[in-house]
């Protein structure tokens, strides 16, 4: 059993092509400049349609996180236990990744992160990285 | 006169692993018990809301539940929003009585997900509530969402592992005393904080169930005078919703469940202090106890402590979830919530034995679907 393959939408691919490129990119409404926690079809607080896409510098802070033992498939089940986080990023929108680990990673709330690239099958995905 | 709307009718199954049950027939068992409960006939009901089944999935499951107990209403309709869905649809029939369009409404749920389809098929399944794009890539499962949920809110309100586990320990003593529960055998916080972590803060133990059984209730019109002695009052009803992703969740500490019990409690005239018994979806102890601060029957990181001294037990200044929730009395899908309600009922009409809360009038319900994403707040009222 593989993990969940990412399929975009015409709201997302211009973020899914940017990963691929190693790019970060992120929605902002043209009309209100406000980020959008994740891509839509319009603005989430003035429902313009009028957006835009910027590039990321990849920073951003844990949220919050967790260390996932009990995997939801087997195709996770290899990887367990791993993390997972919410990271607020400096620009305002908002990414789920796992956190790039060794034998000693303790992440904690507030924790700077750096996003990087990992290949998970066909597309390549963000991943935090500690500072 | 206006007419109200009264819970006339309350059945529910045995519940845990019922291996001979399917869903349908979890469905029918319900639904005839609470047909037969309010004192009506299958052809007195006139409007039927169904929830939803992993293990035998339609795209119109009241209409394939109407073909098999051969009734044939005026208004039917299938309803989907997790674990709110059965305070939702309690929330819809009693809009459905009060316009007049219906007279006697069938809620009724059920779901053999245990036996019908393995645990872990089940929490695969569950999975798949997570975003296909922004949260499955990363392994997401139902009880991460809610570790995410829990580590945040822990480190804002200084919430501990012990006073999550106090949640789990009130409620397998609560289910003790009710001879159906899924889990009845004691535990301490000690055994949950040594249970396995599934997803940290997190343990085995902080987690609901997964089992089978059905659940239905009647709402009637009553016009104005109360149909019959043990008719249960709706007093209020309300909702909140706020995102469906975690990851798109505009906060990770205030949800959905303020707005929905503010509604419920200025409709009905109240507020949390005039609250006998609470019957509150608790899928994991972090979700109960942010809608216990969340609702405002505790200030922001008192529920813990309060907890911890047994205010959520049978004498508490609150008595929650008094047949044992999802945590110890049982988690069948839709039937889940449900089971919430009947106790709610049954608490109200006071025929509960040892674990009936003295003197209840008035019971509130909630119920949350997806990641704390969707609230359903009935507060009901007995004689």
């Known amino acids: 059993m593989k993990k969940p393959e990412v399929t975009p939408t015409k709201e997302t691919k211009e973020f899914w092509s940017g990963c691929q490129k190693e790019v970060l990119k992120y929605q902002y409404c043209n009309t209100c400049n406000t980020s959008q926690l994740i891509p839509g079809p319009v603005c989430k607080k003035c429902q313009s349609d009028d957006l835009k896409w910027a590039q990321s510098k990849g920073k951003g802070t844990i949220l919050s996180f967790t260390e996932v033992h009990r995997a939801p498939t087997p195709a996770f089940r290899e990887d367990a236990p791993y993390f997972i986080a919410l990271i607020d990023m400096d620009e305002g929108f908002r990414l789920m990744t796992n956190i790039k680990r060794d034998a000693h990673t303790q992440p904690f709330i507030g924790q700077p992160v750096t996003i990087v690239f990992t290949q998970q099958g066909e597309q390549k995905i963000p991943l935090a990285q500690l500072e | ?75 039917s309709s299938a309803t989907q929003v997790g674990g709110a869905t059965a305070a939702i649809m309690l929330m819809q029939a009693a809009a459905l009585v009060k316009s007049g369009q219906c007279e006697h409404v069938l809620i009724v749920t059920g779901d053999n997900r245990l036996s019908g389809m393995s645990r872990d098929g089940a929490v695969a399944a569950l999975a798949e509530v997570g975003h296909p794009q922004f949260e499955r890539p990363f392994g997401i499962s139902v009880p991460a969402a809610y570790a ?137 102890t972090i979700t109960l106890l942010v809608e216990l601060e969340s ?55 006071g025929n509960v034995g040892v674990r009936q809360v003295k003197n209840a009038k008035t019971a509130f319900v909630h119920g949350d679907g997806g990641i704390l994403s969707a609230h359903c707040s009935v507060i009901l009222g007995g004689t």
Request: with cysteine.
């Open chain 2, 1 to 75: 006169m206006s007419i109200e709307a009264f819970i006339t009718g309350a059945y529910d199954t045995e519940v845990g692993h019922l291996p001979d049950s399917s869903c349908m027939q979890l469905h029918t068992e319900s639904a005839l018990g609470a047909i037969k409960d309010a004192g009506l006939t299958p052809q007195d009901i006139d409007g039927v809301l169904c929830a939803y089944s992993f293990t035998e999935p339609h795209l119109m499951l009241a209409s394939v539940f109407c073909e098999q107990i051969g009734i044939h209403p005026n208004f």
């Open chain 2, 295 to 349: 609702i405002g029957f505790f200030k922001r990181g008192e529920a813990g402590p309060a907890a911890l001294e047994g205010a959520l037990g049978l004498d508490g200044i609150l008595p929650c979830n008094t047949h044992g929730g999802l945590l110890s009395y049982g988690h069948s899908g839709a039937a889940g919530g449900m089971f919430h309600a009947v106790e709610a009922v049954q608490q109200l009409r």
């Open chain 2, 148 to 284: 995410l949920v829990a580590q945040k809110y822990m480190h804002e309100y200084d919430v501990t592992s012990e006073q999550l586990a106090a949640i789990a320990v009130e409620h397998r003593r609560h289910a003790g005393r009710h001879p159906k529960a899924h889990k009845q055998e004691p535990i301490t916080i000690d055994d949950v904080l040594n249970s396995r972590i599934i997803a940290s803060p997190l343990h085995l133990l902080d987690c609901c169930l997964i089992s089978d059984g059905g659940a239905a209730l009647v709402v009637s019109a009553g016009s104005p005078s109360r149909p019959s002695p043990s008719a249960v009052q709706v007093l209020g009803v309300g909702q909140g919703h706020t995102h469906e992703h975690i990851v798109a969740a505009p906060s990770l500490t205030d949800y959905g469940c303020r707005q929905s019990s503010q509604n419920a409690f200025q409709m009905a005239g109240m507020t949390p202090k005039d609250i006998d018994v609470a019957l509150i979806y608790d899928s994991f």
